[in-house]
């Protein structure tokens, strides 16, 4: 188990680095998925071109979706979105940057499927393979001779060579390199125009913008901190928690079993045998910070949730039992008086 706490307190530390290769093992994954995929053109005109599409976009979408799904920073980015403002106001400028951070890992391996897939050619070809100019490129006298749905269904057989008869019309060769050279030139250029895009994004626009992309990195980086912080105290502050409940439950059962025999185990008991048990019960309660029954957790809780403290340091003022934080004038409050008779 310290093995596995140290590897743990490891990636939070090194959260951006560990995403970073979840991305990059994504993207691997990604293009291993396309070699290891069984590509099959249904060679219908009326199902190529969907059958095609489906192939660019459907997976890349999963990718984006489950490189999301990976980011740990996607839970704190609705947090922070959904929050009421309360005595801290919201910046969307924060909420952009942590977006367009958690956009640009999540993209890298739909990137890569899309640059792979068209560089292989497959997916081209059977997407558009009743688009070529068969008058070009084959006997184009022998083409006017057939009607267009008769052209559109012996063309869409031109990824398919079990079933391919129209040798006749246009060699399936020159069809096939011809659309797969059409193919890799746009993989190239979609390999060129992201990786132009990623340097302006990475490179060019902090300069334009340093100061507003300052403030709303280390704003990011505060709200991820403080979140982490809180949920440490929030687990130091439960442990404390059940451990003060078991001891006293622990001590109420003993209790409750010695009141036969009371002045026997009084009697028996060495005189410093309590100290050190009143001791670790003293710092539990200390790390308890006066919190002490569920309502109170519950209403400490709440407004964390509702009413986070304002970014001033040596300036918060106590948050009451019903949430009011001072600064003004308090509200009033109701006094009931309440008689007991004994009759």
């Given at each position: ?7 743990f307190q490891f990636l939070q530390s090194n959260q951006e680095s560990f995403m970073n290769g979840i991305c990059g093992i994504m993207a691997l994954a990604s293009a291993q998925i396309y070699s290891s995929f069984d590509f099959n053109c249904p060679c219908l ?116 060579p079990e079933i391919y008869d129209g040798d006749w019309l246009l060699a399936r060769e020159v069809a096939v390199r011809y659309l797969r050279c059409i193919s890799q030139a746009l993989g190239w250029s979609f390999v060129l125009l992201t990786t132009l895009l ?146």
């Open positions: 188990m310290d093995k596995f706490r140290m590897v005109p009326g199902y190529n071109a969907a059958y095609s599409a489906g192939i660019l976009l459907a997976p890349p979408l999963v990718l984006f979706l489950l490189g999301l799904v990976l980011n740990n920073n996607v839970s704190m980015l609705a947090e922070e979105w959904k929050r009421p403002p309360g005595r801290r106001a919201k910046d969307p400028a924060v909420l952009r940057y942590m977006f367009c951070s958690m956009a640009q890992r999540a993209l890298i391996a739909p990137v890569v499927w899309v640059a792979v897939t068209l560089l292989d050619g497959k997916c081209f070809l059977c997407a558009f393979c009743t688009a070529v100019p068969v008058t070009v490129l084959g006997n184009g006298s022998l083409a006017l001779g057939l009607s267009p749905p008769e052209l559109a269904r012996l063309l869409a057989r031109v990824p398919c990623a340097f302006i994004v990475r490179s060019v626009r902090p300069c334009f913008t340093q100061a507003a992309f300052l403030k709303s990195k280390y704003w990011s980086h505060y709200i991820d901190i403080e979140r982490k912080l809180f949920d440490e105290t929030c687990t130091e502050h439960a442990k404390a928690f059940a451990k003060v409940c078991i001891q006293q439950f622990f001590e109420a059962m003993n209790h409750d079993l010695e009141l036969g025999h009371t002045h026997r185990a009084l009697a028996t008991a060495p005189a410093g045998s309590a100290a050190p048990a009143t001791t670790d019960g003293a710092e539990e309660r200390e790390k308890l910070r006066g919190i002490t029954d569920q309502g109170a957790v519950n209403r400490l809780l709440t407004n964390w949730h509702k009413c986070k403290p304002p970014l001033r340091v040596g300036q918060e003022e106590p948050l009451m039992g019903n949430g009011w934080a001072g600064g003004g004038p308090q509200p009033a409050r109701k006094e009931v008086a309440t008689y007991f008779s004994k009759v």
